[in-house]
């Protein structure tokens, strides 16, 4: 979220409101119950906000480890690059020249810039460290992660047992999806749906199979489900 007038108090969890105005930006963990309001009861407040999602687990994890959930000073320059991103989606959402489809490639392209200029920088931006879990607890979350992804790959219709995969490690189910969700920002079961929808966005560009035959693959119980869990969790319909 980036603030572009006023100032907004953003209360994430039972954790100390953050306060941020024209210029911040705030990088919040998935799936973390939120609540936004101008700070202010008489003056104007205007944010913009998208959503974003990356695929490497190890900038996941970096970013939610480090600057997650706190503010982003407008004189950092991601926070600036957050606002130039945020500010060219709305001016390229105005542009009536555009169909949807070409609105759609457009939008991508400048979120995918925003992802390449977090992804090549964020080493370099050397934000202070701030670590929510502790060394174990991230290799446990690796090793769950490994398992899901190895599984995937080698049979994507495989129907997961998170627990177990938490028995092979020798750590309890509960345990298990407790740290991977803290380390990660999503359940097991959700990186799982990540991988297999993943996997299937790979085989829909290959002409030997069907939309039907990779539904059955990725472990589909019908076509329909198939094309609206795709639809949520790529963007495209197949």
């Not at 989606?89 to 555009?98: N, P």
């Not at 174990?136 to 129907?159: F, G, L, M, Q």
């Amino acid at each position: 979220m980036c603030v572009i007038e006023g100032h907004q108090t953003t209360q994430i969890g039972n954790l100390k409101p953050v306060v941020y105005g024209p210029g911040d930006a705030l990088i919040i963990s998935p799936g973390t119950l939120h609540i936004n309001f101008n700070t202010s009861s008489t003056e104007p407040m205007t944010y913009i906000c998208f959503h974003f999602n990356i695929e490497s687990l190890e900038l996941k994890s970096e970013i939610i480890s480090s600057i997650a959930n706190t503010k982003i000073d407008s004189t950092n320059e991601l926070a600036q690059t957050a606002v130039k991103t945020a500010k060219e989606m709305v001016t390229c959402s105005a542009d009536k020249r555009l169909n949807a489809e070409e609105l759609n490639l457009r939008v991508q392209i400048i979120l995918l810039n925003f992802l390449y200029f977090l992804t090549h920088n964020f080493t370099r931006l050397n934000f202070k460290s701030n670590p929510k879990y502790s060394e174990r607890e991230a290799k446990v979350a690796r090793s769950v992660a490994t398992i899901i992804e190895n599984s995937v790959e080698d049979n994507p219709d495989h129907i997961l047992n998170i627990s177990q995969i938490c028995h092979s490690l020798n750590i309890s189910s509960g345990y298990g999806h407790r740290v991977f969700k803290k380390v990660y920002g999503i359940t097991p079961l959700h990186f799982v749906e990540e991988q297999k929808y993943r996997k299937a966005k790979l085989l829909l560009g290959s002409p030997e199979y069907s939309i039907e035959e990779i539904s059955y693959m990725t472990g589909s119980n019908s076509l329909s489900n198939f094309s609206k869990q795709f639809k949520k969790m790529v963007g495209p319909n197949p």
